[in-house]
């Protein structure tokens, strides 16, 4: 069995600075991947960013990188230069070819960027 | 590439009533899944389809529930006597399938909210 577990129920952040979302998972599968959803208020979600647990290079999309460690089971998500529109919860998911490529989340943590 | 669709997007009914979503896919993808989200937690797989075949059916699908996807296309869910604990959000997500990270992203529709009365 998939678990992600995100231990942080709500933070908070000033625009333009930058904030780090933890997320750790469980699997024992070798080949799976990870993914930062985005869900904001009475929308839907939004892919942020994906990594596949083969390679070892972190990903970056323009203000979002993440921070894999493997070893330790750990997937943070770290947003630069935060911007009001960033307001929203953030998901973080596991999937594998073991679990039929479906998706495991975790339960979410609330961001809120103030002005 | 309109992404994946979902309709209706609110759904209320009285319990006992029987509700059926629809959801259309991203047109080239062959896979399709089905997730309830309740307030306040993340996302809970209940079926996925690769093409027209339901290959995998979750624990917390009841034999109320009953989802299709003939000639692999659009799929919808259907509850029968409806539940006060269906109340929730259903969504919709499709993926291709191969090799890579790329093909096994899932795009998600806006979802069709539940209320049972």
């Known amino acids: 069995a998939q678990t992600v577990t995100q231990s942080q129920p709500e933070m908070s952040v000033q625009e333009a600075e930058t904030v780090t979302l933890s997320c750790t998972y469980d699997?024992?599968?070798?080949?799976?991947?990870l993914f930062w959803y985005k869900q904001p208020p009475s929308r839907q979600m939004i892919l942020v960013i994906r990594?596949?647990?083969?390679?070892?290079q972190n990903a970056t999309e323009n203000r979002f990188s993440v921070n894999f460690q493997k070893a330790a089971k750990s997937f943070s998500l770290k947003i630069s230069d935060s911007q009001l529109g960033d307001t929203a919860m953030y998901f973080c998911?596991?999937?594998?070819?073991?679990?039929?490529?479906?998706?495991?989340f975790g339960k979410g943590t609330l961001l809120t960027v103030n002005p | 590439d309109t992404g994946v669709s979902q309709n209706p997007r609110h759904k209320i009914t009285k319990r006992g009533q029987n509700v059926t979503f629809r959801c259309d896919p991203i047109s080239e993808h062959n896979r399709l899944y089905w997730y309830r989200q309740t307030l306040g937690q993340g996302p809970e797989f209940l079926t996925y389809f690769q093409n027209e075949a339901q290959l995998e059916k979750s624990r917390l699908l009841s034999d109320r529930f009953s989802a299709e996807r003939p000639k692999g296309s659009f799929s919808t869910l259907e509850i029968q006597r409806t539940e006060q604990g269906d109340s929730a959000m259903y969504l919709c997500?499709?993926?291709?399938?191969?090799?890579?990270?790329?093909?096994?992203?899932?795009?998600f529709g806006p979802g069709t909210r539940l209320t049972v009365l």
């Open positions: 998911a596991l999937t594998s070819g073991g679990s039929n490529y479906k998706l495991t």
């Open positions: 997500a499709s993926s291709l399938t191969g090799t890579s990270g790329d093909w096994h992203t899932q795009y």
């Open positions: 990594q596949e647990a083969y390679k070892q």
């Open positions: 699997t024992s599968e070798n080949n799976y991947y």
